[in-house]
């Protein structure tokens, strides 16, 4: 079998063309972090990526010190689940529905 792809619209062959360096030593700071290395190299971290690392942490506090609660619930023997809650929000979440049955 032979695969022609001559004439395909929306193809183009791979550029392989190299960008401009920066010259070393120099800084672009547009937002956010920017680290430049001595060669020239460098990487920009955006505001929008600091602000989510900030969100993420402050989201694995929570979600710590929720797990803690629950443990010392369960180790109290206090901590009762409710099955047909939790069936229920296990069916909607491999179907990939809210907990309102709503996509």
């Not at 550029?15 to 700071?29: D, K, L, S």
């Not at 600091?50 to 797990?67: C, F, K, P």
């Not at 047909?84 to 907990?99: C, D, E, P, Q, Y």
Request: glycine share 12%.
């Amino acid at each position: 079998m032979k695969i022609q792809n001559e004439g395909l619209q929306g193809s183009a062959p791979l550029e392989t063309n190299r960008t401009q360096p920066a010259a070393p030593g120099t800084t672009n700071r547009v937002g956010g972090q920017t680290i430049t290395a001595t060669g020239g190299d460098s990487v920009e971290i955006s505001g929008i990526s600091s602000h989510l690392a900030e969100t993420n942490a402050a989201d694995g506090q929570q979600r710590e010190s929720r797990v803690a609660e629950l443990a010392a619930q369960y180790a109290r023997g206090e901590y009762h689940v409710d099955a047909a809650k939790l069936s229920n929000a296990m069916v909607s979440h491999a179907l990939g529905t809210g907990a309102s049955g709503e996509k």
